[in-house]
Every structure is written in structure tokens, then in C-alpha cells.
Nanobody, 124 residues
């Protein structure tokens, strides 16, 4: 069983930066592929970024590529999402997810565990 807790969300002006953290419980964290998803009001959940268990493979949606960076520290059981050059359209609840498949995936159905989410609001 893995429990995920996100933190680091908040209100930021357009062009600013935020770093989200996702702390995981459970000794098998290092074997899991991890992902970040987001859901804006009235919209479906969408993939943001993913990282393989080793940290060696990453993937990003086209909308955040070049602005966001996903990373992980397996010694700390934590995955991060550094968000730069934020835009108002990045406003959403951001969710951390863990997949026993060990690699990152764009498909939410591939994930076994989800956090509660953290709100990110970008003002124009």
C-alpha cells in the first residue's frame, strides 16, 4: 500500500514559479513509476508529467514541455514538479499518482495510487 500526499500549491502570478512535492509512504516507492496530473474546473483530468522508477525516463505533455520539470528522490520517497513560466491556463488541482508498472505513463488508468491533490492558481 502506498499513500501519497501533495504539497506546495498556492497562488502565483503569471510568469512565476512553484514547486510541488509528493511524499509517499511505503517501502516500495522506489519501484513505482510516478506521474502528475491536473484537473481544472469543468474539465477532464489531464496528464502533465511522468517519471520512471529510476528517474532516468521522463515524459511531459506538450502544454508544459520546456516549462515544467519532474524529478524524484527515492531516498526521501518524494517526487517533485518544478513549474516555471506559469500561465493562467495552468490553474488546476494537481494530483500525484503512483504506478506499480515502474515506468511513467500518460494514462491515468495505469496508476494504482493517487494523492488528494493540491490547488495551483495562476493569476493574470
Amino acid at each position: 500500500q502506498v499513500q501519497l500526499v501533495e504539497s506546495g500549491g498556492g497562488l502565483v502570478q503569471a510568469g512565476g514559479s512553484l514547486t510541488l512535492s509528493c511524499a509517499a509512504s511505503g517501502r516500495t516507492f522506489s519501484r513505482y513509476g510516478m506521474g502528475w496530473f491536473r484537473q481544472a474546473p469543468g474539465k477532464e483530468r489531464e496528464f502533465v508529467a511522468a517519471i520512471a522508477w529510476s528517474g532516468g525516463g521522463t515524459d511531459y505533455s506538450d502544454s508544459v514541455k520546456g516549462r515544467f520539470t519532474i524529478s524524484r528522490d527515492n531516498a526521501k520517497n518524494t517526487v517533485y514538479l518544478l513549474m516555471n513560466s506559469l500561465k493562467p491556463e495552468d490553474t488546476a488541482v494537481y494530483y500525484c499518482a503512483g504506478s506499480s508498472r515502474s515506468y511513467g505513463s500518460r494514462n491515468g488508468m495505469d496508476y494504482d495510487y493517487w494523492g488528494q491533490g493540491t490547488q495551483v492558481t495562476v493569476s493574470s
